[in-house]
């Protein structure tokens, strides 16, 4: 018996079942890495797909069933695959859903993949394992946030498996889009959006040929609306460096620090550019940014470093973009389960 052959039935069971490790293996990419996958195929087509300009005629990506908005990063995680798959409706359901309406994915059609947020708490122990308790004697405990990945389908890649079904479905899209309410003209939208970020505290000092942010004078520099192609693509602009100092010391204290073609740097312009898109969904403008390159290829190398790192950076858009421009107050029912 040779030793390639010894070593080979080390990792079979005598049962002649695989082991579990291997099986593990052979799973294939979790959902986490489809996702992030997802995201790299966009960007090495060679293009930022953000980048383009606002389609909210049909109201923002919600719920087919329950019309809840999807929330924090999956709108941006929604745009992305929508672009993918050539997807125009902004209506969602999670594959439950959809199959307790008789409603199923057309064959060849893939999902969508969101997060979904969840608290996890766990009790502070001592070396001995014993519960540690407050001076109060209340219990103390460690929160942490994790996130679930969780697949939803476009309603166009959705079919009726009966043709009542099929009626219903297309009746649940019909009435879908007629609640979406007529989005105000552009000259409003604009207007409001360069409200909100003139109300930000950090100075912009306007007539400058480069847009960028200086995080030693903690100031933003501007060229004047005039010479940028329209006001939405200077207002994106503007978002994109706002962005960059909400990382200030003085506010969320992120790694500012590394030289251009590092990772850190490139981390850095993807929490920007996210979150100048996140900003710009809120405030229904385009995201069809000027005077920033698109650093794809760094990009890219950095989501393929662990799929964690798509999670941490899309966290730290949202917290940005929450600063500037913060999501509505949702009522309790948009809490629901069913609403991501």
């Not at 995080?215 to 706002?242: K, L, Y």
């Not at 030289?259 to 993807?270: D, H, I, K, N, S």
């Not at 940014?289 to 966290?315: G, I």
Request: proline residues 7%; charged residues 20%; glycine residues 8%.
């Amino acid at each position: 018996m040779s030793t390639a052959t010894t070593a080979n039935r080390t990792h079979r069971p005598a049962n002649g079942r695989r082991s579990r490790k291997a099986s593990a293996t052979e799973r294939g990419p979790s959902p986490e890495e489809k996702l992030v996958a997802d995201l790299i195929a966009l960007m090495e087509q060679g293009t930022a797909p953000w980048r383009r300009e606002w389609q909210g005629h049909q109201g923002s990506h919600r719920n087919l069933l329950t019309g809840h908005a999807y929330r924090g990063s999956n709108p941006l995680l929604l745009e992305f695959g929508a672009l993918l798959k050539g997807h125009t409706l902004p209506l969602w359901l999670g594959g439950a859903q959809a199959k307790a309406n008789g409603w199923f994915p057309r064959k060849g059609c893939s999902a969508v993949r969101i997060v979904r947020p969840q608290l996890n708490q766990r009790d502070q122990r001592d070396e001995q394992g014993n519960v540690q308790l407050s001076p109060e004697g209340v219990p103390l405990t460690t929160s942490w946030v994790s996130y679930k990945v969780v697949p939803v389908f476009n309603a166009a890649d959705l079919v009726g498996t009966t043709p009542e079904a099929q009626e219903a479905l297309a009746v649940a899209i019909a009435a879908a889009l007629q609640q979406s309410a007529p989005p105000p003209s552009a000259a409003v939208r604009l207007e409001h959006a360069e409200t909100m970020l003139e109300a930000w505290p950090v100075p912009t000092v306007f007539g400058g040929a480069v847009a960028c942010y200086s995080p030693g004078a903690d100031r933003i520099s501007m060229p004047v609306a005039e010479a940028f192609s329209n006001r939405e693509a200077f207002a994106a602009t503007w978002a994109h460096e706002q962005i960059h100092s909400t990382g200030h010391p003085s506010r969320l204290d992120r790694n500012q620090r590394g030289a251009m073609g590092t990772a850190a740097y490139a981390r850095e312009e993807l929490v920007a550019e996210l979150g100048a898109v996140i900003v710009c969904q809120r405030l229904q403008i385009g995201s069809d940014f000027q005077n920033h390159a698109a650093y794809l290829s760094h990009w890219a190398e950095l989501l393929k470093e662990s799929p964690s790192v798509l999670f941490q950076v899309l966290s730290a858009a949202r917290k940005a973009a929450d600063l500037i421009a913060p999501e509505p107050a949702e009522d309790e029912a948009a809490t629901a389960p069913d609403a991501s």
